[in-house]
């Protein structure tokens, strides 16, 4: 493992040098913004009169069309959904200077070849552990969210030590950024995401609220004990794992904890995590997805409807409405 700091920063690397961030989104504001800040000549790719544009332009930063914002720029972060990425390159690779880096947040396109940078680029992986809001947060109190950094082509030699000059430029070099490979990145990002911080964890939330609600409890109820009260456990486990988790629950829960934890995740469910992440590792997933994206993703909305139909929608709304500190913490 090899974990880099603020100290093994290349003072000679970017240097002078401008950078574009195509796209504005949760990344691209927070990287964009955090670049400025660090004193980094920062441009940004968008389409002339979208909203992004005002957006980025009223931050106080200079905007250009894609293909016009690379010319001259010594690296390019494409940090646009994953799925617009292929395009945004293929707008922009003519305009890219020789010898230029290329910069992903994620290594999907890279990784599934959904991208081919051409040979002179270095292209390279800085991958925030967490989402762009707190990206920005953590940098402007000082502290920084940990990267993961990655190099998949080093055409110029440059490529990890530009590579850690944006990360520091972000902040991320304040918490740690640790080596990664893009494969091992995309692959361990996509199962956490479908295994357990997303699909995981919401649909375990949802269970516990339909068993409850079907047993005859009232929905409220189900709901602050499912949803509501899981923010408390995921923070404890956030700052401390597992021992401070168990250190500010009480005996009665510890013991529910240990005994009934393992009967809802059981060997089943790994087993189907197992299929989880070897649909990620061959590349079903992804094809899968693809796919869904070129034909219209008519099922990706069917699901994604059925899932914010769920009546614990409408409870959390109304429970919600009464606490509107919830909103303003955003």
Excluded at 202 to 230: M, N, R
Aim: hydrophobic share 40%; with cysteine; glycine share 12%.
């Amino acid at each position: 493992m090899r974990i880099y700091g603020e100290k093994d920063v290349s003072k000679k690397a970017l240097k002078g040098a401008t950078i574009a961030v195509i796209g504005y989104g949760s990344q691209g504001r927070a990287h964009a913004l955090n670049l400025k800040d660090s004193g980094f000549d920062v441009v940004v790719g968008l389409r002339k009169g979208g909203a992004s544009a005002k957006k980025a332009k009223k931050d106080g930063l200079k905007v250009l069309e894609p293909a016009a914002a690379v010319k001259g720029a010594a690296l390019v972060a494409i940090l646009t959904p994953d799925t617009s990425q292929p395009a945004v390159y293929a707008e922009i690779k003519d305009a890219l200077g020789k010898n230029a880096t290329l910069l992903f947040a994620h290594g999907f396109n890279i990784h599934f070849k959904q991208i081919k940078p051409r040979k002179d680029l270095d292209v390279v992986l800085i991958a925030p552990k967490g989402p762009g809001d707190l990206v920005r947060r953590q940098y402007q109190q000082g502290r920084g969210v940990p990267c993961l950094i990655a190099v998949a082509q080093d055409a110029t030699g440059k490529g990890k030590a530009n590579a850690l000059a944006y990360a520091h430029g972000i902040g991320g070099t304040r918490g740690g950024v640790l080596e990664t490979t893009f494969a091992e990145e995309t692959e361990t990002d996509l199962f956490g995401e479908q295994a357990v911080l997303c699909g995981g964890a919401t649909e375990l939330v949802l269970k516990g609220f339909e068993v409850l609600v079907e047993a005859g409890y009232q929905p409220e109820v189900a709901y602050y004990e499912c949803l509501h009260e899981l923010k408390l456990i995921v923070d404890l486990l956030h700052e401390g794992g597992v021992a401070k988790m168990h250190q500010f629950i009480s005996e009665t829960a510890k013991w529910g904890d240990l005994l009934s934890g393992p009967r809802v995740i059981n060997r089943k469910v790994k087993t189907e995590m197992e299929g989880v992440l070897k649909d990620i590792q061959t590349g079903k997933f992804a094809r899968v997805w693809i796919r869904e994206n070129k034909t219209g993703k008519k099922k990706y909305t069917k699901l994604l409807n059925k899932d914010l139909a769920h009546p614990i929608e409408k409870v959390g709304r109304e429970l919600r409405a009464r606490m509107p500190w919830l909103e303003q913490a955003r």
